[in-house]
């Protein structure tokens, strides 16, 4: 799935230290396929008994919706599982931006085709402050100069990724398509290393 330029809305969930068993509850990852965990992806949250909806919590409520999620610092936190990074690519999420990730989170986002946004704390909160004044604000993430915009803020943040997870985030490669995409030059080198 090539990622380069993304203009969309933004659901805020401004909670500090979400981890991944908040993600994606334990009890939910008996499946070994991707598909099927976004109708579980905050599940305790989403959910006052097993059937009822939380009409408190962001994802239940039309007031927002998009691609990208705005979160709290430390997002991501607790167990390594890459589950937390299926449940929100299948819920719809492309982009996550927080001011702090765990490390493994991040590493199980990319890997699976979301981008992980770090920004300053500063920048965090006059986001979500922008969100909750117009919850029709639209940010323009451009994957290709490395910058998140949002017009209406005026406002253009530059933000890191490694390049390798970049390029392959950009021609929608896992790490065996990177592989194949390479394979012309694997050869040719391997063929400078063969000795008789």
Not at 39 to 65: A, C, G, K
Request: aromatic share 12%; glycine share 4%; proline share 4%.
């Amino acid at each position: 799935m090539q990622f380069r330029t993304l203009i969309s809305r933004c659901v805020p969930l401004p909670i500090e230290n979400i981890d991944t068993d908040q993600i994606i509850p334990a009890r939910f990852l008996k499946a070994t396929t991707r598909e099927g965990f976004g109708e579980n992806l905050f599940r305790d949250w989403r959910y006052l008994t097993e059937t009822t909806p939380n009409s408190d919590f962001v994802l239940n409520q039309d007031t927002y919706t998009g691609q990208v999620l705005v979160a709290g610092k430390n997002f991501g936190c607790g167990s390594s599982r890459e589950h937390a990074a299926w449940a929100l690519a299948d819920y719809g999420f492309r982009v996550v931006i927080s001011s702090f990730f765990a490390d493994i989170f991040k590493s199980n986002a990319l890997n699976n085709f979301i981008l992980p946004i770090q920004v300053s704390e500063t920048i965090l909160q006059q986001l979500f402050q922008a969100i909750q004044a117009d919850p029709t604000l639209t940010i323009e993430v451009d994957l290709p100069n490395q910058e998140l915009r949002v017009a209406d803020l005026q406002l253009q943040v530059a933000f890191e990724i490694n390049l390798y997870k970049k390029e392959c985030l950009l021609n929608g490669y896992d790490d065996i398509d990177y592989l194949l995409a390479r394979q012309g030059e694997i050869e040719a080198y391997e063929a400078t290393r063969m000795t008789f």
